[in-house]
């Protein structure tokens, strides 16, 4: 259903005023009109019981607040900007999310998300905000590309932008938005390894790359808001910003995984000190010839480099044996 902007509906003042001095004017004949004329005090007490149901008319909109009204069931325009309105006294206002709390900004009840059905809700502003909200969903477990289950949570900046839509054309646009967050959320992830990993290929071009969860945050935030903006553009909503809150390992795996990273920085770690110990061996050997320091053959430079990386590649600190003697 297409928005209708009502935007000449600003008399809300002059409605108020008129409708107040037919008041006391209808008030004045029942009082003053006894005596002269019956007609006056039948149309001021006619107007007495009746006159409240124009102020049923008179809406406030604050600014970033939108009113979407029906008459007797079929849509007759929304109104948006700011300002004292009057419309017809018989318009209903209608917002279907307007009981739904959700976990985020300007409407949480609790944190356990939606609203407790035994809550009883004393006052539901049938006004629709067009503000920029955010959705912090609960923490998700999901598996990843290679079935390591982790959990996540993500916060969505939202707003919405055809209130027609968002009222019409789905049945509550609060849960329908969550529900496609963590939608959204599940089918993304999947695609992802917590870790970088070989031979994924997280872009769907048929070519391993680099992409993780924890290392590429930025562009699987992007592809989420992505997928969540192709579910609820037809509600009339618009997501302005996605980003990852939580990312960890499930609890069950957490420690295991732990070990496997503490382990992959030794092996990282190993590999560079020997590599560094490797060129330091090249170096002296090198140096020893060019110099012409001393001449070794082929089973001294074995014992040499083996000595020297065992002092370099050692964990402790090499304890040195001095040969006071000669060298063979």
Same mark, same amino acid.
């Given at each position: 259903?297409?928005?209708?902007?009502?935007?000449?509906?600003?008399?809300?003042?002059?409605?108020?005023?008129?409708?107040?001095?037919?008041?006391?004017?209808?008030?004045?004949?029942?009082?003053?009109?006894?005596?002269?004329?019956?007609?006056?005090?039948?149309?001021?007490?006619?107007?007495?019981?009746?006159?409240?149901?124009?102020?049923?008319?008179?809406?406030?909109?604050?600014?970033?607040?939108?009113?979407?009204?029906?008459?007797?069931?079929?849509?007759?325009?929304?109104?948006?900007?700011?300002?004292?309105?009057?419309?017809?006294?018989?318009?209903?206002?209608?917002?279907?999310?307007?009981?739904?709390?959700?976990?985020?900004?300007?409407?949480?009840?609790?944190?356990?998300?939606?609203?407790?059905?035994?809550?009883?809700?004393?006052?539901?502003?049938?006004?629709?905000?067009?503000?920029?909200?955010?959705?912090?969903?609960?923490?998700?477990?999901?598996?990843?590309?290679?079935?390591?289950?982790?959990?996540?949570?993500?916060?969505?900046?939202? +707003?919405?932008?055809?209130?027609?839509? #968002? &009222?019409?054309? =789905?049945?509550?646009?609060? *849960?329908? !938005?969550?529900?496609?967050?963590?939608?959204?959320?599940?089918?993304?992830?999947?695609?992802?390894?917590?870790?970088?990993?070989?031979?994924?290929?997280?872009?769907?071009?048929?070519?391993?790359?680099?992409?993780?969860?924890?290392?590429?945050?930025?562009?699987?935030?992007?592809?989420?808001?992505?997928?969540?903006?192709?579910?609820?553009?037809?509600?009339?909503?618009?997501?302005?910003?996605?980003?990852?809150?939580?990312?960890?390992?499930?609890?069950?795996?957490?420690?295991?995984?732990?070990?496997?990273?503490?382990?992959?920085?030794?092996?990282?770690? +190993?590999?560079?000190?020997?590599?560094? #110990? &490797?060129?330091? =061996?090249?170096?002296?050997? *090198?140096? !020893?010839?060019?110099?012409?320091?001393?001449?070794?053959?082929?089973?001294?430079?074995?014992?040499?480099?083996?000595?020297?990386?065992?002092?370099?590649?050692?964990?402790?600190?090499?304890?040195?044996?001095?040969?006071?003697?000669?060298?063979?």
């Amino acid at each position: 259903m297409k928005e209708k902007v009502l935007d000449n509906k600003k008399h809300g003042m002059s409605a108020f005023i008129l409708f107040t001095v037919l008041y006391i004017i209808a008030l004045l004949a029942v009082i003053y009109g006894a005596e002269n004329s019956v007609l006056a005090v039948v149309l001021g007490i006619i107007w007495l019981a009746v006159g409240w149901i124009p102020y049923m008319g008179l809406k406030i909109l604050r600014p970033q607040e939108a009113m979407v009204l029906t008459l007797f069931g079929k849509y007759v325009g929304t109104i948006k900007e700011d300002g004292f309105y009057f419309v017809n006294p018989f318009c209903v206002a209608v917002n279907p999310a307007a009981g739904t709390k959700l976990n985020q900004s300007g409407d949480v009840a609790h944190s356990s998300g939606y609203l407790n059905p035994n809550q009883t809700v004393t006052t539901l502003s049938k006004k629709i905000s067009l503000k920029i909200m955010t959705l912090n969903n609960n923490i998700q477990k999901i598996n990843d590309c290679l079935g390591n289950p982790v959990e996540i949570g993500i916060a969505v900046m939202w +707003r919405v932008v055809d209130t027609a839509s #968002a &009222v019409f054309d =789905v049945d509550n646009y609060k *849960e329908y !938005l969550s529900l496609q967050c963590d939608s959204a959320l599940r089918n993304i992830v999947r695609i992802y390894p917590y870790d970088v990993a070989p031979n994924i290929d997280t872009t769907g071009d048929g070519i391993a790359d680099e992409g993780s969860l924890r290392g590429s945050s930025e562009i699987v935030a992007q592809r989420i808001k992505e997928e969540i903006q192709s579910k609820v553009a037809e509600a009339g909503i618009e997501i302005v910003e996605a980003r990852i809150t939580y990312l960890a390992y499930a609890p069950e795996i957490a420690a295991v995984m732990l070990q496997r990273q503490q382990a992959s920085a030794i092996i990282d770690a +190993r590999k560079m000190i020997v590599d560094g #110990a &490797v060129g330091m =061996v090249e170096m002296a050997l *090198e140096r !020893l010839n060019e110099n012409g320091v001393v001449e070794l053959d082929e089973e001294r430079k074995a014992a040499m480099v083996s000595n020297l990386l065992v002092v370099l590649c050692g964990n402790h600190d090499a304890q040195p044996v001095v040969n006071s003697g000669s060298l063979y």
